[in-house]
């Protein structure tokens, strides 16, 4: 048989050769540096059989940038053995690998506490020190079940009953998990691990099943490594918005409606300077502003195709005996908006754009701060067009998404998701839509990657990615282009030739959903925002209670900025420290001298020392910002 390098040359192996056994036809030290092998896009554990043709990259501890090359997942079962050894009677759930780290869940027979971990994490070193190998073992449904029966652990039970074939077992020293893998050959490439910290998680982020205790942990091949990534989660944890939203006085959440944010009149300032660029450039670009129902029976949402596939992220009521759903997206309205009446070629394309309030029943399990809720202010906008029509109008909307994320100082990329296994249509239809997102991401020059099967059931999309100020990137927007739903609504154009045509829809939401969007803004800028974006861009400090009133004066003069005044009775050195805990952008103290000269003794956020301005050279400065 013969296997496939990244370089195009081929390599002659025996029928049923393995990874491994490619990496030592390759050489010797590749195949003692080798952790899996990756081939059309997914790993594998190198002890697996390879295909004849297969094409296939064999990863090594050098690949230390590769998140796949890491291989935390057997970090992972370091940190389960560990706790097995330590809580006799605990139970296993799952431990899989995430981005920057792994977690493991466990039912412990008693509470444990942070201060646990360091004990935990002594015991995986001493693992470390005594050294693990990996061995992988296949074995019958049967054999499985008999292995993690008797009650001792329902979770891998649980999870047996879902497995597919094959099913395997990974052991390490006296310690077997059930666990597809891959994993490493050996721990001697783990040269630096830590556990991060504690957080409960419901039984597969379900509030009606048990909550288990999730412990977090990284492992990387350098302490180095480790070191940085460490300072990363720290930078992290300082602009963690769950924090900074209630310390700005931003927004915050209730038990009475979890995963719904209220938000607080300065968090609405930041909404409200959302909405008004989207406003402006929807209106720039030839959007139509609309506004459609939040309920509607549960018919529609057969006939979009969200009924049955994601019934089970919609709320839910009866209405008259009959049943109804909250809306979680807007496509299906904006289908009954443009099949209201007939429409002609001449009037296509149609922008229907509309920041309607989503609500999806997302598991408590899963809700984070403001970046996954329940309700959701999507910046959603649906465009119909014709087939030649859809180049452009999907190039429009990628070129909106890179001018909008330019203008919070941040880049963007992208991922492009093909057709899935359940899609609809044919694949002629899958070819042109694929072809047509691919040519307006190359047009715009936008970085892509393939995800390969991840497109929605209806047509591929574009998901948009932006990085933030320490490197991290974020999922945003999505632009979604879509040939089946306007059929299933019977939805058609008359053509020049007065026949009736086929329609096509780009679903589109750059912001994605302006809680989220809020979120991320929040950590990227730490909670200093730009000038432009801070709900109060300037606090007038008057230095004692007979300045006030000329303080308010001030206010007036300062008029088109978003001005307030501290007054309290307390020193002016403590009001100049809390307003820059707020993170305004500019503080002016003013006393008897500022008064009677007419400037301002102004301190600049980030800055120690006060300078001195007329105040009308400061209004000049405020207008260019």
């Known amino acids: 048989m013969r296997v496939v390098l990244p370089d195009n040359s081929e390599l002659e192996l025996a029928e049923g050769a393995t990874g491994l056994d490619a990496a030592a036809a390759i050489g010797p030290r590749l195949a003692e540096q080798a952790v899996l092998v990756r081939s059309n896009g997914a790993v594998q554990d190198l002890r697996l059989p390879l295909s004849d043709g297969e094409k296939i990259q064999i990863l090594t ?67 470390l020190d005594e050294g693990r190998e990996w061995t992988r073992e296949e074995v019958s449904a049967d054999e499985a079940r008999r292995r993690v029966d008797g009650g001792t652990e329902p979770y891998k039970l649980e999870l047996l009953e879902a497995a597919e074939p094959p099913i395997s077992f990974y052991t390490q020293g006296d310690f077997t998990d059930l666990c597809r893998g891959p994993h490493l050959q050996n721990s001697k490439p783990i040269k630096a691990l830590k556990l991060t910290g504690l957080a409960g998680a419901y039984w597969r982020g379900d509030a009606k099943n048990p909550q288990l205790t999730r412990i977090y942990g990284t492992a990387f091949y350098s302490k180095d490594d480790l070191d940085r990534h460490l300072a990363l989660l720290e930078e992290a944890r300082r ?74 992220l919609m709320f839910k009521l009866e209405v008259d005996g009959q049943p109804w759903a909250m809306k979680a997206m807007n496509c299906p309205g904006h289908m009954l908006l443009f099949g209201s009446r007939p429409r002609s070629y001449r009037e296509l394309p149609i922008r229907y754009a509309e920041p309607t309030p989503l609500h999806r029943n997302e598991l408590t399990g899963t809700l984070h701060g403001l970046l996954r ?52 249509g044919t694949d002629d239809q899958w070819d042109r839509n694929e072809a047509a997102l691919e040519e307006a991401l190359r047009l715009n020059e936008i970085e892509y990657s393939v995800a390969a099967g991840e497109g929605a059931f209806y047509g591929p999309k574009i998901d948009l990615h932006m990085e933030d100020a320490i490197g991290r990137k974020w999922q945003m927007g999505t632009i979604q282009l879509d040939s089946q739903m306007p059929s299933r609504f019977g939805l058609k154009y008359a053509g020049a030739d007065n026949r009736e045509h086929d329609l096509y829809v780009v679903h589109r939401a750059l912001y994605g959903s302006f809680e989220r969007f809020v979120g991320i803004l929040i950590e990227h800028y730490a909670g200093a925002f730009p000038f432009w974006l801070a709900p109060v861009q300037v606090r007038v400090i008057p230095v004692g209670a007979g300045h006030r009133e000329a303080a308010h004066a001030l206010r007036e003069r300062l008029g088109a900025s978003r001005v307030d005044i501290d007054e309290r009775d307390e020193t002016v050195g403590k009001r100049i420290r809390d307003a820059e805990l707020e993170k ?24 120690e020392e006060l300078t001195k301005a007329p105040v009308e050279d400061f209004i000049r400065q405020l207008a260019t910002l």
Request: proline residues 6%.
């Open 584 to 607: 305004i952008p500019f503080v002016l103290v003013y006393g008897d001298k500022e008064v009677e000269n007419d400037e301002l003794s102004i301190r600049e956020r980030g800055e």
């Open 61 to 127: 501890t050098r690949d230390a940038n590769d998140p796949d090359a890491l291989l935390r997942h057997s970090s992972a079962h370091l940190l389960a053995e560990a706790v097995r050894r330590l809580y006799p009677g605990v139970k296993l759930a799952i431990g899989p690998p995430i981005e920057n780290g792994f977690y493991y869940d466990f039912e412990f027979p008693e509470p444990i506490h942070e201060q646990d971990l360091e004990r935990i994490e002594a015991e995986i070193q001493r693992e």
């Open 373 to 424: 809720v329940r309700m959701i202010t999507q910046d959603d906008a649906h465009i119909f067009c014709t087939e030649e029509q859809i180049q452009d109008e999907i190039a429009g909307v990628v070129e909106y998404a890179r001018y909008l994320y330019e203008l919070f100082g941040t880049t963007a990329s992208a991922e492009l998701s093909t057709r899935p296994d359940n899609k609809l």
């Open 239 to 312: 602009r963690d918005h769950r924090r900074l939203g209630p310390q700005l006085d931003l927004f915050h959440f209730s038990e009475h409606s979890p995963g719904s944010p209220l938000w607080h009149p300065k968090g609405m300032t930041i909404f409200n300077e959302l909405e008004a660029i989207r406003k402006r450039e929807n209106a720039r670009r030839g959007y139509e502003e609309v506004r459609t129902p939040i309920i509607y029976d549960a018919q529609t949402f057969v006939t979009s195709g969200h009924f049955p596939k994601y019934e089970d």
